[in-house]
């Protein structure tokens, strides 16, 4: 049941009347209404009203107020600037992170195939949910957002087709038929676009792989099908963050940050340590053989 007034008491009265006579219809019908499991709450911009409870009865009972009701799986706050929304996918993103953070630092993990499904499940479901809002962090999502706004451009059975943004009531609140484009692309083809420049944005190592062939895709490279110990240890390698003893030193694991070969070791050692296999980034970027030795050779060190 909902209302729009100008103040509280009207609301107030609106709403007990209206529950009265939803009473006199659970009467006649044989229902037995349930007044402790009914929630209310209010939406509005007075912030002096903020804690402002609403004070309705149904049956003699004080109906509970809700600060954040969640409708169709969207928590709704008392502005609705989605805040609260915003804050609860964030927590289960994290968690989520968290949870394919311990599985793929195991041994016993099947295939790298299988853990990008399970990260895409995990958290891909999630940040579809809050889309303009993580426009500026995640590129990906940008996408999303942009073909959300076409469908509501061309597509009569989107629910806010041919629908025109409120003015604003708030100069934090845009709403996100202002501030998107219609896609002119597949959304393949912008979300490469979109990766494309923030390789670009990145400096020389990623336009030299670019100058190669070696382009951002949606898919695994091709060495995707060896063991997991290695795949991860070549994607160690790749970002230059791993166990190398140096920075076991740094977390205070061992007390030495050398090398077998008496050199400080760090992942940029690593790969070019007199004592192991040597490979470049440029063999890790595609990966050829001279970076699966190097990555097997590691692959029970970092
Ligand atoms: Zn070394």
């Not at 499991?37 to 109906?63: P, Y």
């Not at 629910?159 to 038929?177: I, N, W």
């Not at 896609?183 to 020389?204: H, K, P, V, Y």
């Not at 940029?268 to 097997?296: K, V, Y």
Request: charged share 25%; with cysteine.
């Amino acid at each position: 049941m909902a209302t729009q007034q100008h103040n509280f008491p009207e609301i107030e009265s609106t709403l007990e009347r209206g529950l009265s006579d939803m009473s006199a219809y659970y009467l006649e019908n044989h229902l037995r209404p349930n007044p402790g499991k009914t929630q209310i709450c209010s939406f509005h911009l007075k912030n002096r009203e903020a804690k402002r409870e609403l004070d309705v009865t149904w049956d003699g009972i004080k109906l509970e107020n809700y600060q954040h009701p969640v409708y169709l799986g969207v928590t709704l706050d008392r502005t609705l600037s989605y805040k609260a929304h915003i804050q609860k996918t964030r927590a289960k993103v994290s968690t989520r992170n968290s949870l394919l953070r311990q599985l793929t630092n195991s041994k016993w993990v099947g295939s790298p195939k299988y853990t990008a499904y399970i990260g895409t499940s995990l958290v891909l479901l999630h940040r579809r949910i809050c889309l303009p809002s993580m426009e500026q962090i995640v590129p990906c999502t940008a996408v999303i957002t942009k073909a959300e706004r076409t469908k509501q451009a061309n597509d009569n059975r989107h629910s806010l087709h041919e629908h025109s943004a409120a003015q604003k009531r708030l100069s934090s609140r845009s709403s996100f038929l202002d501030t998107t484009e219609v896609l002119g692309t597949t959304q393949t083809d912008a979300r490469i676009t979109e990766w494309q420049n923030q390789w670009n944005s990145l400096g020389n190592q990623t336009t030299q792989w670019m100058e190669r062939g070696i382009t951002p895709d949606k898919c695994l490279t091709t060495v995707h099908d060896q063991p997991w110990p290695v795949w991860k240890t070549l994607n160690r390698l790749r970002v230059g963050e791993g166990r190398c003893k140096v920075s076991m030193k740094k977390w205070k694991i061992t007390t030495s940050g050398a090398c077998v070969c008496g050199e400080s070791q760090t992942m940029e050692h690593i790969m070019r340590c007199s004592q192991a296999p040597q490979c470049t980034g440029d063999d890790l970027a595609e990966p050829n053989a001279a970076a699966l030795t190097c990555a097997n050779h590691w692959k029970d060190v970092i």
